[in-house]
């Protein structure tokens, strides 16, 4: 069971750092409060096809290493609860 127990540790360390550095390459070009009052969102091009863009790609991938941080996290406190 300690063999399970470090092989999650590394596991986790390095999807945290993924998130980490997925994180900070994000850039922060929202509107914020002020655009959703506006609606500042238009149907054009560029909104269907955002999920193929760099931007896109780095808002999935966060989503997904978040998750697995979270599952990794639950996954730790039953084995270490054992």
């Not at 009052?37 to 780095?58: A, D, H, Q």
Request: charged share 15%.
């Amino acid at each position: 069971m300690e063999i399970v127990k470090y092989v999650l540790i590394v596991i986790y360390a390095i999807n945290c750092l993924a998130l980490i550095i997925v994180a900070m390459l994000q850039s922060k070009d929202d509107a914020g409060a002020s655009g959703t009052i506006v609606g500042s969102t238009t149907n054009n091009f560029y909104e269907k096809n955002k999920g193929r863009t760099k931007e896109g790609m780095l808002k999935k991938w966060t989503i997904i290493l978040g998750i697995i941080f979270a599952i990794l996290t639950i996954i730790l406190s039953i084995v270490y609860a054992m």
